[in-house]
C-alpha cells in the first residue's frame, strides 16, 4: 500500500506490489529497445543493490510485471518512487516518463482494452547531465522501485488531490478545503463534489472541467468540534472527498487531516499559539539489509526508538520522505521538517532548475495534508554565499510559500559569517559541527554562544527562531577504548551529552536535530575523506539499529529538556 491507510472506497485500486522480472544492462544480450529475456526475479519495493553481484551496480535495468485491466475506465499508475529517472513502457509503447526518486507520481493511460496488459520500466540510476539532483554525494542514491506502487481505475474526471487547512480563529476551529479534479478525456463534463469532515458534510458545488485539464472547487468547513493534533496527542480526522454524476458518485479520495496551526512569534515557533520546541534527529531512509527502500515495519521500529529516546522531531535529510513514514509521524506523534532532493546541488547544472522546482512541487502537492509536517525546506549546504546562490535560495523558498503559506520555510546553512541569505527565511538553520570538524568538547558552549551573538548583532537573521539543523561526532559500533578518542562510541557519547545539554537548553536554540539517527552508506564513486566503510558513521545506531553508547546519552538528555519544557 501507497498509505497506511485506506484512499478509496468507490475507486477500484490494487497494489503493483510483488514479484516482477528484473534485467540490468550488465545482464543483457540483446540491444531492443526493450529486453527480450529477463535474468531475475525481485520485489517491490526494494533497491537493486541488495541483490547478490549487484551491490555497487550503477547503469539501466528493466522491470516488468503483467496487470488486468477492465477496459472501462482510463488506467492510473501511481509510484511511491522510483529511483531515479524512468520511463514507462505498456505493451511495448512508451507512455511516459519521470524523475526524481523521492517523490511520488501518477501516470494517467487512457485507451487500454480489457484483459491483460505487459508493464515495463527503463530505471537508470547513473550521473551525469540528465541528473542534476541526484549526484554523487554524502547519501547513496540507489536503484529501482524503491517504494510502492498502485494501479487504479479512474473515471475520465476524477478527484486528483485534496488541500485541507486548519485554521484557529477565537478558539474555534474551520478547514479551508481545495479539492483538484482532473479531466484526461477530451470531453468537457461538469461534476459535483461533497466533502466531509469531523461530522460535517459541505457541497463545493459544480463545475465543468475542460477535457485536458484541472480544475479546482473551494469551500470552509465550519463549526468542527475536533481535538487539536499535536506530537503529544496525535489526533487524526477523515476528510473525503467524493465526485458525482448526478446523483451517483462516481470516484472518491480519502485523506487524513490533523487540526493544528503554524506560526511563529519572535524567536519562538508556536503550535496553536503555545511555544513548542524540536528535538531530535536528522534521519536517512537506509537500512543495511533493505538499502535505501524501507519496510513499513522498520519505519515504524525508527519511530519507537526516537519516542523512547524522548525526541518529538525528525529532519527528512534530505529529500522528501516515503508517505508512510510521514503517515506513522502522523499517527504516532512527531514533528516533521520536510525538504527537497538537494544537497550541495549545483545551480549551473542544465537540468537543475526545471528539477528543482518540479521537486518542490511534487512534496508539497503530494504531502500537504500531513499535520506531522511543521516545516517545508529546500537547499542543504548549497550556495548561499553569492548574488546568484542569494537569488536562488529566495526563489525557492518563495516557491514553498506560494505552495503552502501555512508553514514556515527554511533551508540549513554552513555558509556561517558568509551566508547573504539569512533575511530570507523564517527560520535560521545551521549545520554546526563544533566538537567534531572543529573545536573540542570543551569549546562547545562558547562555539555557540560565540556565533549566535553574532547572528544577533551583525546578521540579517537577528531575532528570527534558530535551528541547529546538524551536529554531531562519529563512531564505529563496537569500537570502545579507555582513551576516549574519535571515532569511539565513548568520544561519541561524550560529544553528545556535552551538545545536547547545551543546545537544548540554550535561550536562543529552539530546534535541534542530531546529524544523525542511523549510519548510512554514502556513494563509494567519490573520495569522502573521513568516511571510514563508506559509510556516515555518525549514526547513534547504526545501520542494522544497533545501539551505541550514545544512545543513552542522548536519551537522559532529551527527557531532561522534555521534562523542563513540558513537551
Same mark, same amino acid.
Given at each position: 500500500?501507497?498509505?497506511?491507510?485506506?484512499?478509496?472506497?468507490?475507486?477500484?485500486?490494487?497494489?503493483?506490489?510483488?514479484?516482477?522480472?528484473?534485467?540490468?544492462?550488465?545482464?543483457?544480450?540483446?540491444?531492443?529497445?526493450?529486453?527480450?529475456?529477463?535474468?531475475?526475479?525481485?520485489?517491490?519495493?526494494?533497491?537493486?543493490?541488495?541483490?547478490?553481484?549487484?551491490?555497487?551496480?550503477?547503469?539501466?535495468?528493466?522491470?516488468?510485471?503483467?496487470?488486468?485491466?477492465?477496459?472501462?475506465?482510463?488506467?492510473?499508475?501511481?509510484?511511491?518512487?522510483?529511483?531515479?529517472?524512468?520511463?514507462?513502457?505498456?505493451?511495448?509503447?512508451?507512455?511516459?516518463?519521470?524523475?526524481?526518486?523521492?517523490?511520488?507520481?501518477?501516470?494517467?493511460?487512457?485507451?487500454?482494452?480489457?484483459?491483460?496488459?505487459?508493464?515495463?520500466?527503463?530505471?537508470?540510476?547513473?550521473?551525469?547531465?540528465?541528473?542534476?539532483?541526484?549526484?554523487?554525494?554524502?547519501?547513496?542514491?540507489?536503484?529501482?522501485?524503491?517504494?510502492?506502487?498502485?494501479?487504479?481505475?479512474?473515471?475520465?474526471?476524477?478527484?486528483?488531490?485534496?488541500?485541507?487547512?486548519?485554521?484557529?480563529?477565537?478558539?474555534?476551529?474551520?478547514?479551508?478545503?481545495?479539492?483538484?479534479?482532473?479531466?484526461?478525456?477530451?470531453?468537457?463534463?461538469?461534476?459535483?463534489?461533497?466533502?466531509?469532515?469531523?461530522?460535517?458534510?459541505?457541497?463545493?458545488?459544480?463545475?465543468?472541467?475542460?477535457?485536458?485539464?484541472?480544475?479546482?472547487?473551494?469551500?470552509?468547513?465550519?463549526?468542527?468540534?475536533?481535538?487539536?493534533?499535536?506530537?503529544?496527542?496525535?489526533?487524526?480526522?477523515?476528510?473525503?472527498?467524493?465526485?458525482?454524476?448526478?446523483?451517483?458518485?462516481?470516484?472518491?479520495?480519502?485523506?487524513?487531516?490533523?487540526?493544528?496551526?503554524?506560526?511563529?512569534?519572535?524567536?519562538?515557533?508556536?503550535?496553536?499559539?503555545?511555544?513548542?520546541?524540536?528535538?531530535?534527529?536528522?534521519?536517512?531512509?537506509?537500512?543495511?539489509?533493505?538499502?535505501?527502500?524501507?519496510?513499513?515495519?522498520?519505519? /515504524?521500529?525508527?519511530?519507537?526508538?526516537?519516542?523512547?529516546?524522548?525526541?518529538?522531531?525528525?529532519?527528512?535529510?534530505?529529500?522528501?520522505?516515503?508517505?508512510?513514514?510521514?503517515?506513522?509521524?502522523?499517527?504516532?506523534?512527531?514533528?516533521?521538517?520536510?525538504?527537497?532532493?538537494?544537497?550541495?546541488?549545483?545551480?549551473?547544472?542544465?537540468?537543475?532548475?526545471?528539477?528543482?522546482?518540479?521537486?518542490?512541487?511534487?512534496?508539497?502537492?503530494?504531502?500537504?495534508?500531513?499535520?506531522?509536517?511543521?516545516?517545508?525546506?529546500?537547499?542543504?549546504?548549497?550556495?548561499?554565499?553569492?548574488?546568484?546562490?542569494?537569488?536562488?535560495?529566495?526563489?525557492?523558498?518563495?516557491?514553498?510559500?506560494?505552495?503552502?503559506?501555512?508553514?514556515?520555510?527554511?533551508? /540549513?546553512?554552513?555558509?556561517?559569517?558568509?551566508?547573504?541569505?539569512?533575511?530570507?527565511?523564517?527560520?535560521?538553520?545551521?549545520?554546526?559541527?563544533?566538537?567534531?570538524?572543529?573545536?573540542?568538547?570543551?569549546?562547545?558552549?562558547?562555539?555557540?554562544?560565540?556565533?549566535?551573538?553574532?547572528?544577533?548583532?551583525?546578521?540579517?537573521?537577528?531575532?528570527?527562531?534558530?535551528?541547529?539543523?546538524?551536529?554531531?561526532?562519529?563512531?564505529?559500533?563496537?569500537?570502545?577504548?579507555?582513551?576516549?578518542?574519535?571515532?569511539?562510541?565513548?568520544?561519541?557519547?561524550?560529544?553528545?551529552?556535552?551538545?545536547?545539554?547545551?543546545?537544548?537548553?540554550?535561550?536562543?536554540?529552539?530546534?535541534?536535530?542530531?546529524?544523525?539517527?542511523?549510519?548510512?552508506?554514502?556513494?563509494?564513486?567519490?573520495?569522502?575523506?573521513?568516511?571510514?566503510?563508506?559509510?556516515?558513521?555518525?549514526?547513534?545506531?547504526?545501520?542494522?539499529?544497533?545501539?551505541?553508547?550514545?544512545?543513552?546519552?542522548?536519551?537522559?538528555?532529551?527527557?531532561?529538556?522534555?521534562?523542563?519544557?513540558?513537551?
Amino acid at each position: 500500500m501507497l498509505r497506511t491507510f485506506c484512499q478509496h472506497h468507490v475507486r477500484p485500486s490494487r497494489s503493483l506490489d510483488g514479484c516482477w522480472s528484473f534485467v540490468p544492462d550488465c545482464e543483457r544480450t540483446d540491444n531492443g529497445a526493450l529486453p527480450k529475456k529477463y535474468t531475475r526475479e525481485t520485489l517491490v519495493p526494494s533497491a537493486w543493490e541488495i541483490l547478490p553481484g549487484l551491490e555497487t551496480f550503477r547503469g539501466q535495468g528493466w522491470m516488468r510485471r503483467r496487470f488486468w485491466c477492465s477496459g472501462e475506465r482510463p488506467v492510473r499508475l501511481v509510484f511511491g518512487g522510483v529511483v531515479h529517472t524512468v520511463s514507462v513502457f505498456i505493451d511495448g509503447k512508451k507512455v511516459g516518463k519521470h524523475y526524481d526518486g523521492f517523490v511520488p507520481w501518477d501516470l494517467v493511460v487512457t485507451g487500454l482494452s480489457a484483459g491483460e496488459h505487459e508493464l515495463v520500466l527503463e530505471i537508470d540510476n547513473t550521473f551525469g547531465k540528465h541528473s542534476a539532483l541526484h549526484v554523487r554525494g554524502d547519501h547513496y542514491s540507489s536503484g529501482g522501485i524503491t517504494r510502492p506502487a498502485e494501479l487504479q481505475e479512474v473515471p475520465a474526471v476524477f478527484i486528483d488531490k485534496i488541500f485541507a487547512t486548519p485554521k484557529l480563529a477565537r478558539g474555534k476551529w474551520s478547514l479551508d478545503v481545495r479539492v483538484r479534479l482532473r479531466n484526461v478525456g477530451r470531453k468537457a463534463l461538469e461534476r459535483r463534489v461533497v466533502v466531509s469532515v469531523a461530522g460535517q458534510t459541505l457541497d463545493l458545488g459544480s463545475a465543468t472541467v475542460a477535457g485536458k485539464s484541472t480544475h479546482e472547487l473551494t469551500g470552509r468547513v465550519t463549526k468542527l468540534k475536533v481535538k487539536p493534533w499535536s506530537a503529544e496527542k496525535p489526533k487524526l480526522y477523515e476528510i473525503k472527498a467524493e465526485l458525482c454524476d448526478g446523483d451517483d458518485v462516481v470516484d472518491d479520495l480519502i485523506d487524513r487531516v490533523g487540526f493544528r496551526q503554524i506560526t511563529i512569534k519572535g524567536a519562538q515557533l508556536l503550535l496553536n499559539g503555545e511555544p513548542i520546541r524540536l528535538r531530535g534527529y536528522n534521519r536517512h531512509e537506509f537500512h543495511g539489509h533493505f538499502g535505501q527502500s524501507l519496510p513499513v515495519e522498520v519505519m /515504524a521500529g525508527d519511530v519507537q526508538m526516537l519516542k523512547d529516546l524522548g525526541c518529538n522531531f525528525i529532519r527528512t535529510s534530505h529529500y522528501p520522505n516515503d508517505m508512510r513514514m510521514l503517515d506513522l509521524a502522523d499517527e504516532m506523534g512527531l514533528y516533521i521538517w520536510e525538504e527537497t532532493n538537494s544537497t550541495s546541488v549545483g545551480f549551473k547544472h542544465p537540468k537543475y532548475t526545471e528539477q528543482i522546482t518540479a521537486c518542490a512541487e511534487s512534496m508539497v502537492g503530494w504531502h500537504f495534508n500531513h499535520p506531522s509536517i511543521v516545516i517545508w525546506a529546500t537547499l542543504n549546504e548549497c550556495d548561499a554565499k553569492t548574488k546568484s546562490g542569494r537569488k536562488e535560495h529566495g526563489r525557492m523558498l518563495q516557491l514553498l510559500r506560494d505552495l503552502d503559506g501555512s508553514r514556515p520555510v527554511t533551508y /540549513a546553512s554552513c555558509a556561517w559569517k558568509e551566508d547573504a541569505c539569512l533575511d530570507l527565511p523564517d527560520i535560521i538553520s545551521w549545520n554546526w559541527y563544533e566538537g567534531w570538524y572543529w573545536g573540542s568538547i570543551a569549546s562547545i558552549q562558547e562555539g555557540i554562544d560565540t556565533f549566535l551573538a553574532w547572528q544577533d548583532r551583525a546578521s540579517k537573521g537577528k531575532g528570527k527562531p534558530v535551528i541547529i539543523s546538524e551536529f554531531g561526532a562519529g563512531a564505529f559500533y563496537g569500537y570502545r577504548a579507555p582513551t576516549r578518542i574519535k571515532w569511539t562510541e565513548q568520544y561519541q557519547a561524550d560529544a553528545l551529552d556535552e551538545l545536547l545539554r547545551v543546545y537544548l537548553n540554550h535561550p536562543r536554540i529552539m530546534g535541534t536535530a542530531i546529524w544523525q539517527f542511523n549510519d548510512v552508506r554514502i556513494s563509494h564513486e567519490q573520495d569522502w575523506g573521513p568516511r571510514p566503510r563508506c559509510i556516515n558513521n555518525k549514526g547513534t545506531v547504526d545501520e542494522f539499529r544497533r545501539r551505541k553508547l550514545a544512545y543513552e546519552s542522548v536519551k537522559k538528555r532529551m527527557h531532561e529538556a522534555r521534562k523542563r519544557f513540558g513537551r
